[in-house]
């Protein structure tokens, strides 16, 4: 599904457009997604996971799901039958939820393969009920880069979509307590308005820059440049920043939730700080920009802490998933 059909068409894409209501708009894309499933080896999905079952089901075609959340709480999140961390949400049950939580579990096991990015949402869709031995972790890759910095690296930056899951409202409150600390915010969504009145309260004018959604070579420029990215999250996967940057051999200040402890070591490539604490998070922002030779260890380690992570070996995981469901 599209707001618009896409610029770049590296391949055949078909899409469905966003104007029309949900259940006509899913109901067509579920029907197109059959008759293409019948002339392929395998369906494989990364969102829209129902209508991917359906069409591997009518279409008799083995279907293969990479999972990137947990779709129920999104979608509950999304229509405003929930609150909290994707944790709690685990456990709780009004009867729109748990409607929600069975349409995504029976369209799950249907699949041969779930592929997720971290080992934390693999003990989250193993409490589902899904079979153990068909999630399957594989981690996001760590691009193969080659974006030199601009000058010396000065700076904050955070990239992301300005929703509450990102919290940015700590971010930008851990940065006012540090006198002298400046953040680029790169992205949009529905909370930058409220961010931007947030960043003014604060009187971080001139210290705080949102510059609104870039093309990805300019976030990795913005990267590049950076001392460190701040990740403020309440709740994360395996964040695909947080390995482009590390790529980048900028160290992340990150609060540490979900995945993010398994790309990045408190001290090693980074400082990792609990959700929801400026407090935390200003201290380990004044303590990093306060220490030349702490940024200088954690930048020397970023870079190599993932390179086992290249492109190559991920992608070729992945495809061996593919083959294997095909047989």
Excluded at 13 to 29: D, E, K, M, N, W
Excluded at 83 to 108: C, D, I
Aim: proline content about 8%; aromatic content about 4%.
């Amino acid at each position: 599904m599209a707001s618009e059909p896409p610029t770049a068409r590296p391949c055949e894409i078909i899409t469905v457009s966003r104007a029309q209501p949900f259940p006509l708009r899913y109901g067509r894309l579920t029907l197109r997604a059959t008759a293409a499933a019948r002339s392929a080896d395998v369906v494989y999905a990364s969102a829209t996971y129902a209508a991917a079952a359906a069409a591997s089901a009518l279409a008799r075609r083995p279907l293969v799901v990479k999972l990137v959340s947990d779709p129920a709480y999104e979608r509950a999140r999304r229509y405003r039958l929930a609150t909290g961390t994707l944790e709690q949400f685990q456990e709780t049950g009004s009867a729109p939820v748990a409607a929600l939580k069975r349409a995504r579990t029976a369209a799950l096991r249907r699949a041969a393969s779930v592929i997720v990015p971290s080992r934390y949402l693999a003990e989250i869709a193993l409490g589902w009920g899904l079979d153990p031995k068909r999630v399957v972790v594989v981690p996001n890759p760590a691009p193969a880069l080659s974006v030199p910095p601009a000058g010396a690296r000065q700076g904050l930056v955070f990239a992301g979509r300005l929703t509450l899951q990102k919290a940015l409202d700590t971010a930008l409150d851990a940065v006012a307590r540090v006198p002298g600390a400046d953040l680029l915010v790169i992205g949009d969504g529905p909370d930058r308005a409220r961010l931007e009145r947030h960043a003014t309260a604060l009187g971080l004018n001139g210290r705080v820059r949102f510059i609104g959604s870039v093309p990805r070579t300019q976030v990795l420029e913005a990267f590049a440049a950076a001392e460190a990215l701040v990740i403020s999250s309440d709740w994360e996967n395996f964040p695909h920043t947080a390995v482009e940057a590390l790529a980048l051999g900028t160290p992340l200040i990150a609060t540490a939730v979900g995945g993010v402890p398994e790309v990045v070591t408190d001290g090693v490539n980074g400082l990792l700080v609990p959700p929801g604490e400026p407090d935390a998070l200003a201290a380990a922002i004044e303590r990093f920009l306060g220490s030349p030779e702490l940024r200088a260890t954690l930048s020397d380690a970023a870079k190599g802490s993932v390179e086992h992570l290249t492109a190559a070996k991920i992608y070729g995981r992945i495809e061996e998933l593919l083959v294997a469901a095909a047989r």
